[in-house]
């Protein structure tokens, strides 16, 4: 059994009905059960118990001993970069759409989070990418992603050329709307989208993947996790916006260059026991739908 938790902060986007029910409840139940909780003081989160305490949201996630978010991948990936600073794990309750992060589903018994609380469940540390801009006289820190960092042209109807390096040799010049770095966890996500292979969350890898390239021969590569991506665009004319999970961080011109690398903090995600990589995927991605309750040869 690993350890058991005291103290929970609560995530979840407010502004949604479905995330905001289950926030409500959860809380309850914590409370309930007597832990400690704690939300966001500036966020809509109206109906909870008088016993959750409120506190900023730069202070939310060092506040618990766990780190809960509520919603879908979206919500897990801002959680996730909380998390990371506060150095706390992460567990997820889907309430989105696929929910390949958040693997929990919010039912009445809530028996799932108590094993959890209880101390038993099972947990891995997943890669972080770090993105950085190299101007000509300054180094611009870009933030972390869970998922991916993408460049994507910033002129409809345009196509952005651009070259890439890893390791500071040449990869390839490309042409089309952008460029993906994705993790294994990002494989499944927009790197997904642009044709890229599903990479097993447990490898030390990167997928490198172009969006709508102009060649068709331009296809998504696999390279090795201590590689260093670097991404520079072709036409002085040109500039790119810069993304971090989905949240525009920064922006590159001609003559800069993004640079690409893990980061040395990993996240902490927290799996109900029996997680199963292959069953998310075969759920979330509707494979062998007509086979589903086939019992396995072995």
């Not at 790197?191 to 447990?202: D, E, F, N």
Request: net charge negative; glycine share 10%.
């Amino acid at each position: 059994m690993s350890k058991a938790f005291a103290k929970v902060a609560l995530m979840g986007n407010t502004g949604d009905t479905l995330v905001l029910e289950s926030m409500r409840s959860v809380a309850r139940h914590l409370i309930d059960r007597g832990l400690a909780v704690f939300a966001a003081a500036n966020s809509k989160l109206n109906g909870l118990p008088a016993a959750v305490t409120r506190v900023p949201d730069s202070e939310l996630a060092a506040s618990g001993d766990l780190v809960i978010a509520v919603g879908g991948d979206g919500s897990m990936l801002h959680a996730a970069r909380a998390a990371v600073a506060a150095g706390k794990p992460l567990l997820g309750i889907n309430r989105g759409r696929l929910g390949f992060l958040a693997d929990v589903s919010p039912s009445d018994d809530f028996s799932a989070l108590d094993s959890v609380i209880d101390g038993q469940y099972d947990s891995e540390r997943r890669m972080l990418l770090r993105a950085e801009i190299l101007a000509a006289h300054e180094v611009r820190d870009c933030g972390l992603a869970l998922n991916d960092v993408v460049v994507k042209r910033q002129d409809t109807g345009r196509l952005l050329e651009f070259q890439t390096f890893v390791d500071d040799r040449f990869v390839n010049a490309h042409a089309g709307d952008g460029f993906i770095v994705a993790t294994p966890t990002g494989s499944t996500a927009y790197a997904l989208s642009c044709g890229g292979p599903i990479v097993a969350t447990g490898l030390d890898a990167i997928v490198l993947a172009p969006i709508c390239p102009h060649t068709l021969s331009d296809r998504p590569i696999v390279i090795p996790g201590p590689s260093v991506t670097d991404i520079k665009l072709q036409n002085d004319k040109d500039c790119a916006a810069v993304s971090c999970d989905g949240e525009v961080t920064g922006q590159i011109e001609a003559g800069d260059r993004l640079r690409v690398a893990v980061a040395e903090q990993r996240v902490e995600l927290i799996h109900p026991v029996g997680y199963d990589y292959y069953g998310i995927l075969r759920n979330k991605l509707h494979w062998g739908r007509g086979n589903r309750a086939a019992k396995r040869d072995r």
